[in-house]
């Protein structure tokens, strides 16, 4: 198993600012995985970080406005760039890999954009 | 590209009843696996059970089965005695095998208990 702890758990912003969300997993993972919940939503892969080289991101998602750093195997950030109100939603950081693995989440950071 | 449909926007059951929650899905791929997810209000993704492709008996852990029709894409989740804390959103999940991709989520189901 593994447990992930992910900062800030909520915030309000001002829209045009940026957010940049932390997680860190206790133990090495190859593979870190960003979903974005909006309200009353399902969870959408956003974007999959791996240790050394560039973020892979989904359809609908670009680096200009969700940068991703992941500088060793237990911690990446999420950066919520130029925000606006629809930027409201709940973003999860989660890990799991391998065959027969499960996923495992991180709380969530609950994000308004005012 | 895979989808999870889930038809049931919400669900309503009394308790120490019996409940489905349906998941239908479309993949190409032979090799996947899928899962059910409790998503309770405090937000914590949680892990109900989960189901190898490739695996033909239905996975159970206690009062929680899965009725696994392959051929069909059908991957629908059984709650028996259903219980107060069992009130949550349930999300049905998809994941290509090899274990490098995340996962593709449907809809969910908005389970409500009854006392």
């Known amino acids: 198993s593994a447990v992930i702890s992910q900062k800030p758990s909520r915030d309000i912003c001002q829209r045009g600012t940026s957010l940049t969300i932390q997680c860190q997993v206790d133990?090495?993972?190859?593979?870190m995985f960003w979903y974005r919940q909006q309200p009353g939503q399902s969870l959408t892969l956003i974007a999959t970080?791996?240790?050394?080289?560039?973020?892979?991101?989904e359809s609908g998602f670009v680096i200009d406005k969700f940068p991703i750093s992941r500088p060793n195997l237990t911690f990446s950030t999420l950066t919520v760039s130029n925000m606006s109100p629809e930027d409201s939603s709940i973003y999860l950081c989660?890990?799991?890999?391998?065959?027969?693995?499960?996923?495992?989440f991180g709380q969530g950071t609950r994000l308004t954009v005012v | 590209a895979q989808t999870v449909t889930q038809s049931q926007p919400e669900m309503s059951v009394q308790e120490a009843e019996t409940v489905t929650l349906s998941c239908t899905y479309d993949t190409s791929e032979s090799d996947y696996y899928l899962f059910w997810y409790k998503q309770p209000p405090s937000r914590q993704m949680i892990l109900v059970i989960r189901?190898?492709?490739?695996?033909?008996q239905n996975a159970t852990e206690n009062r929680f089965s899965v009725n696994f029709q392959k051929a069909a894409k059908s991957f629908s989740l059984k709650i028996s005695d259903s219980q107060l804390g069992d009130a949550a959103m349930y999300f049905c999940?998809?994941?290509?095998?090899?274990?490098?991709?995340?996962?593709?989520f449907g809809k969910g189901t908005h389970l409500i208990i009854q006392p």
């Open positions: 133990s090495q993972v190859t593979m």
């Open positions: 970080a791996n240790q050394g080289s560039e973020a892979t991101y």
């Open positions: 189901q190898e492709a490739y695996k033909q």
């Open positions: 999940a998809y994941r290509r095998g090899g274990g490098a991709d995340g996962l593709t």
């Open positions: 989660s890990v799991g890999e391998g065959r027969n693995t499960e996923a495992f």
